[in-house]
């Protein structure tokens, strides 16, 4: 449900529909059983590989933990060269951070962070406005006050790199 709503609402932005995949597994050669988190660069890996053509763009939306090396976790990971990205649900919820759930908080992050990382894979460069979607979150409470718009500079960006 909340993927579909994404769906809807990420197209409009970008000027282009978006279809969302459901169903698909988690590369297990992905999984790293020390870390018991999953590296979000064999995922974008394996998405790459169900895109119709080079122009295309795709986004994973998984729950599960995502980490890169240098890093302890990821909420979101995308490779502008492959033209995927992917964002993990499970530090988004509230559930995880021992709060009760709230469906609308966890859909609003999920929007920013994909939105965001279509921007990326758009060629968009990081916004330094932090009222922007684009711009760079470094905690959860910088995505949750940061605007759902682009800033006219990144709209501006956004439409010259489609001419």
């Known amino acids: 449900m909340m993927v579909n709503k994404l769906a809807t609402n990420i197209g409009p932005v970008f000027n282009r529909s978006v279809d969302i995949l459901k169903g698909m597994k988690m590369p297990e050669e992905s999984y790293n059983v020390i870390r ?31 980490y890169l090396p240098d890093e302890a976790y990821v909420l979101a990971h995308a490779d502008s060269v492959l033209g995927t990205a992917v964002v993990s649900l499970n530090k988004i919820r509230q559930e995880f951070y021992g709060l009760p759930e709230d469906d609308t908080k966890v859909y609003d992050r999920l929007y920013k962070l994909a939105v965001d990382q279509v921007s990326f894979l758009c060629d968009v460069a990081a916004c330094r406005n932090p009222k922007c979607v684009h711009y760079y979150s470094q905690t959860m409470m910088d995505i949750d006050n940061k605007g759902s718009k682009l800033c006219d500079i990144c709209k501006r960006q956004l439409i010259n790199r489609k001419k």
Do not use: P
């Open 36 to 66: 018991n988190q999953y590296y979000a660069a064999i995922i974008l890996a394996k998405l790459e590989r169900v895109k119709a053509n080079q122009r295309e763009h795709v986004i994973g939306v998984c729950e599960e933990d995502i």
